[in-house]
């Protein structure tokens, strides 16, 4: 099993009180399996992601990550777990501005000591991939958003992950691209036999899935729709 929650409750401060957004969820991700998210806006499907990314510890329960507790791992383990393991795509590409789309996919391998030359080839091919390899120059600010969300998506499967969390990533693409890319998620599961976890509302995306779980149906007690 390549990620693995168990009974995983996350509170965040409201005011003077704490509000349970996940409470005691589990989740089984297979190696190869894409799994599509859903649920209403607030519902805690960003926070699912970063807790199984290693970005957010949980209040309580556990996460595994192929054999690795990344709830119980150093903050510099977890990092490293990051590095080499995950794709993450946040709901906002988070690209850095002055970079170009090439130098965004290069940057962190490349820090890592990484062969330049065999990253440049990759970097090209994931750029073409997505669609965008005729902006590869460009300045990540004068891309527009879609171009920005899928440059996000090469640069997430730059370190080949076993574990690839992906939030909204059709969101603000058409629906020609909207097809390449959910494609392009459904082989990364089934060709190179990563764990997929997809947020989306989109029906072109869910219909490339092999199995949708509604938040709330994770959510158990008092809080949960799955009493
Ligand atoms: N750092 C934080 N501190 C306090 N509350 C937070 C924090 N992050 C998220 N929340 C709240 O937790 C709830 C779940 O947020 P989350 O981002 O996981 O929702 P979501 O399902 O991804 O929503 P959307 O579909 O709008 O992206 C929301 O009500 C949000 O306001
Ligand atoms: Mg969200």
């Known amino acids: 099993m390549t990620l693995r929650l168990d009974g995983v409750t ?71 777990i990051r ?9 906002e590409a988070n690209l850095l501005p002055a970079l170009t789309a090439l130098d965004q996919l290069l940057l962190v391998p490349t820090l890592a000591g990484d062969r330049p030359a065999h990253l440049r080839d990759r970097a090209r091919r994931l750029l073409n991939d997505v669609g965008v390899a005729q902006r590869a120059h460009a300045r990540s600010d004068h891309l527009s958003g879609g171009e920005r ?13 076993t574990l690839l969390l992906v939030d909204e990533p059709t969101a603000s693409i058409d629906h020609t691209q909207a ?16 764990a997929l976890v997809m947020v989306t509302h989109d029906a072109t995306a869910l219909s490339a899935c092999d199995r949708t779980v509604e938040l709330a149906e994770l959510n158990q007690g008092p809080d949960g729709g799955a009493t």
């Open 83 to 91: 590095r080499t393991r995950i794709g993450f795509v946040f709901q």
């Open 10 to 80: 996350v509170t965040y401060p409201d005011g003077a009180d704490r509000r349970t957004v996940l409470h005691r969820v589990d989740l089984r991700v297979a190696a190869g399996e894409f799994l599509a998210v859903t649920g209403p806006s607030g519902s805690g499907k960003s926070t699912l992601l970063a807790v199984a990314g290693a970005l957010l510890r949980p209040d309580t329960g556990q996460v595994h990550i192929g054999d690795a507790e990344i709830t119980a791992a150093s903050p510099r383990r977890a990092a490293s």
């Open 179 to 194: 097809t390449t890319v959910v494609n392009l998620l459904a082989a990364q599961a089934h060709r190179h036999g990563c």
């Open 149 to 161: 969300q899928r440059v996000a998506l090469a640069r997430a499967l730059m370190n080949e992950p």
